[in-house]
């Protein structure tokens, strides 16, 4: 879709924090579609006027890079469009005079009545801003429309993203919301769609007979910052698991819709989710790690444990790393493993899929691979954005040697070609009401509702099976093959006849 926006007022509450700084006034100043009439109205209840505001906003664009001192003018004309209003937006009273000021500031741009509300607020306003918004009989327009975007974490547990999910559908229409996983809106992961449905060699192979296993792996250098409360409380499952590297393996996993549709492409993401094999008690005593670092050495400097860094408790057993083995029940993945990994405070940034082929019958070759990791397609999402085939070649020579290689294309190698960031994508759809790139809600209670059983547990065991790893340290391997060496490595197989597990 390349629609260009309705022209509309995009209404930031939260707007004093470190998300609308870094990342929506950044991503909407690079975006060129943004149509021409058009407002950002910051609501926050930190002290300043429009002009303070609009002169923050251009210090931390210069600060992060994200501007030079040639692209100044652009910027000052750019921040024209914004407008801040204080408000505290926990009084039911505060929204009338707001509500009537952008009102005032629709008239004066001549804007139509269209209004896209962006919550970049603590979670716990998730429910009372929405709630305070249809007092104000905002939540619709007869002359125009309404949605609204919101931050995760959308819930931190079943219950509460069901009852988070009923309350604001009964407040928007569920096409008017908007539940924003950045992942989706990296270029790296759109391209897993176009990657598998504009090609057809990849489709006879992406399946239980030619896929061996599957991983999904994020890792990051950074520890948790200055979010040392809000992450104590949500943990590594929550933080990437539920909210990001799920949804990729739903990209993967999926069937190919029948229209490129948001909800056509939604219904299959669901499908998958309604596929997973619940996880019993057997599985997570198995197939689950979890994983906390402790002081070490990030690129020469020494970083502390997570229990001395600031806002956690210094008893915390919040996980900071997680391996993760899963199955889809379904016809294409049976007896397939998904292995999900992500940590903080790794040795490396890097987030990539990896599908590795079955093994071929018989060894002909010497210096040929064997096992399951000899065919690789290797997706790497950031950094050095690629795809990657790995395959066996033939060694110039007069025998028959082998040597791997592979097959590379880097994102890097498109000259003409900047990879937009995740939000400017993100928030340009959601400016247009496209949806693709949102999760929709029975997709999102599904996967609560898949890892419900482990986040119990966890809670429950506290300290018990929680390792620590030094940060700096690499994807702890031998945490990995735990979990690897599960019934994968003993060759575990699906009988065709009575569809259960063999070695
Ligand atoms: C966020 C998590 O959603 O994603 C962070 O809350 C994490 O903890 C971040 O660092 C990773 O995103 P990216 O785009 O930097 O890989």
């Known amino acids: ?254 069937e190919p819709p029948a229209t490129f549709e948001p909800e056509a492409i939604r219904d299959e993401i669901s499908k998958v989710f309604r596929s997973l094999r619940p996880l019993s008690p057997d599985d997570i005593a198995r197939n689950t790690l979890r994983g906390q670092y402790s002081a070490g050495t990030i690129d020469g400097q020494k970083v502390p444990g997570y229990r001395d860094e600031p806002h956690i408790d210094p008893q915390s057993t919040t996980e900071t790393f997680v391996a993760l083995k899963l199955y889809i029940d379904n016809w294409r993945w049976a007896g397939v493993p998904v292995f999900i990994y992500t940590g903080k405070r790794l040795a490396e940034k890097r987030s990539e899929v990896v599908i590795h082929f079955r093994n071929t019958p018989r060894t002909f070759f010497p210096g040929q691979c064997c096992g399951n990791s000899c065919n690789q397609l290797v997706i790497t999402l950031q950094p050095d954005e690629s795809i990657r085939l790995r395959f066996g070649l033939k060694q110039p020579g007069t025998n028959f040697e082998v040597s791997q290689v592979s097959m590379d294309f880097f994102y890097k190698s498109l000259i003409e070609t900047r990879l937009p960031g995740a939000y400017e994508r993100l928030l340009l759809d959601a400016m247009r009401g496209d949806a693709l790139l949102y999760s929709r809600s029975d997709a999102l209670e599904l996967s609560w509702h898949f890892l419900a059983p482990l986040l119990e547990s966890w809670e429950r065991d506290g300290d018990e099976g929680l390792i620590t790893y030094p940060a700096g340290s690499k994807l702890p391997r031998e945490v990995v093959d735990r979990i690897h060496a599960q019934p994968y490595l003993l060759n575990e197989s699906v009988c065709c006849l009575c569809n259960s597990r063999h070695s």
């Not at 930031?12 to 058009?38: C, M, N, Q, V, W």
Request: with cysteine; charged share 25%.
């Open 1 to 254: 879709m390349n629609k260009i926006p309705d022209s509309q007022i995009l209404v930031i509450f939260g707007a004093s924090g470190d998300l609308t700084h870094r990342k929506l006034i950044p991503s909407l100043f690079e975006r060129k579609l943004l149509p021409e009439k058009f407002l950002i109205v910051g609501v926050a209840r930190t002290r300043q006027n429009t002009e303070e505001f609009r002169k923050s906003l251009y210090e931390s664009m210069l600060q992060s890079g994200k501007t030079s001192a040639t692209d100044n003018p652009h910027l000052t004309d750019f921040l024209r469009c914004v407008y801040y209003i204080v408000c505290d937006t926990t009084r039911s009273e505060a929204y009338g005079p707001l509500f009537a000021e952008i009102e005032q500031l629709r008239n004066a741009a001549g804007i139509d009545d269209n209004i896209l509300f962006y919550l970049a607020t603590p979670p716990i306003m998730y429910p009372v801003i929405p709630a305070f918004i249809r007092e104000q009989h905002q939540n619709s327009s007869s002359r125009g429309w309404r949605r609204i975007i919101i931050e995760k974490p959308y819930g931190s547990n079943e219950a509460e993203a069901r009852a988070l999910d009923h309350l604001l559908c009964s407040i928007f229409p569920e096409r008017e919301i908007y539940r924003i996983d950045h992942f989706l809106g990296k270029e790296t992961v759109q391209n897993i769609l176009v990657l598998r449905f504009a090609n057809s060699i990849w489709e006879p192979l992406w399946n239980r007979n030619y896929i061996d296993h599957i991983e999904i792996t994020a890792t990051e250098t950074l520890g948790v910052e200055q979010r040392g409360s809000y992450y104590d409380s949500a943990g590594a499952l929550r933080d990437m698991v539920q909210s990001h590297l799920i949804q990729i393996m739903a990209f993967i996993a999926m």
